[in-house]
């Protein structure tokens, strides 16, 4: 199990760019695959962006590609989620998770997640 916590969310105007944290309390950060999900009211936990634990692969959702980029630093043990152009159906609670798997876009092939962000994007 890592500790995660996740940080950066709060309440925007949609048009705007957010950056979200998540720093991983681990001395092998690097051996992780990191992962962002979001839920939103009343709807399932989805995915949205993972990065491999060497950084040379990144998967997105759909609803996000183009718009949010996920990145890692290494060094400091932390995964952002640059969010440009937010929209209203944005607003979510987002997660950080990390897993073993090189390729992980579902949240069972993930074992450790954080307590999450609340994104709100107003319209």
């Known amino acids: 199990q890592v500790q995660l916590v996740e940080s950066g969310g709060g309440l925007v105007q949609a048009g705007v760019s957010l950056r979200l944290s998540c720093t991983a309390s681990?001395?092998?950060?690097?051996?992780?695959?990191m992962g962002w999900f979001r839920q939103a009211p009343g709807r399932e936990r989805e995915f949205v962006a993972a990065?491999?634990?060497?950084?040379?692969?990144?998967d997105y959702a759909d609803s996000v590609k183009g718009r949010f980029t996920i990145s890692r630093d290494n060094n400091k043990n932390t995964v952002y989620l640059q969010m440009n152009t937010v929209k209203s159906e944005d607003t979510a609670v987002y997660y950080c998770?990390?897993?073993?798997?090189?390729?992980?876009?579902?949240?069972?092939?993930?074992?450790?997640w954080g307590q999450g962000t609340q994104v709100t994007v107003s319209s």
């Open positions: 998770a990390a897993g073993f798997l090189a390729v992980a876009t579902t949240e069972d092939q993930y074992h450790s």
């Open positions: 990065i491999r634990f060497g950084g040379a692969r990144t």
């Open positions: 681990t001395r092998t950060f690097s051996d992780y695959t």
